[in-house]
């Protein structure tokens, strides 16, 4: 638990440096920062709602629950809103700069992807999302489910006022190939874990407190 808070701790590190490369966020920070701005609640905020949302949606297609994914709903939005209010680093303001800070970024999610999933103790609400409607519309390849996604959180994003732009772009296509080649360098393979369920880490706590 320790290793999955602290490595989504950083990985909303990494999702700061993306939008201060205000250069257009990725598809799901286009619709938190949309919501932010349309409710005037912080991205933080912004960002546990829709996660818990999602959350819910998974757990009603009974896909697994791990107990990273309640940590991955709250730390990593939360996590953006601390590093915005230590205002680290100002707003790009050329696109030139932009777009090497949000490669930055999508490099540092990257490797804490990797140790996130190295707990083991569940994927985050959207990929479990993106599964659970793979398993359930099978005629579609899942990526093309996974640009649907993409496509809808973006569009209400932006209807919302959240920050479209090459950002968007560069977070929709770059970030699967970054996230394989920080796998890559690991000698990491995601579909060798077997992450644990919310019920087996409950009894593991149990266990370790009764003792």
Known sequence: MLIAAVSLFFN???????IKAGIGAGPWDVLNLGISKTSGISYGNASVMVSFTILLIDIFLREPIGIAMF???VVVGKAVDL??????????TNNASGI??????LIIMGYTQYTYMVASLGC?????LLVG????????????ISVALLSLATFIGYILGGPVGIGTL???????????????????????VH???LTGSVKVLMSRIAS
């Not at 590093?83 to 790009?92: A, Q, S």
């Open 12 to 18: 909303g590190f990494g999702i700061y440096l993306t």
């Open 71 to 73: 940590i991955d709903s």
């Open 83 to 92: 590093f915005d209010r230590l205002d680290l680093i100002k707003t790009c």
């Open 100 to 105: 090497i800070l949000m490669l930055v970024g």
């Open 124 to 128: 985050g609400p959207r990929d479990t």
């Open 133 to 144: 409607l793979s398993k359930r519309i099978r005629k579609i390849p899942i990526g093309i």
């Open 170 to 192: 560069i977070c929709a296509f770059a970030t699967g190939p970054i996230m394989q080649l920080a796998f890559h360098t690991v000698h990491f393979d995601a579909a060798m």
């Open 195 to 197: 992450h644990q369920s």
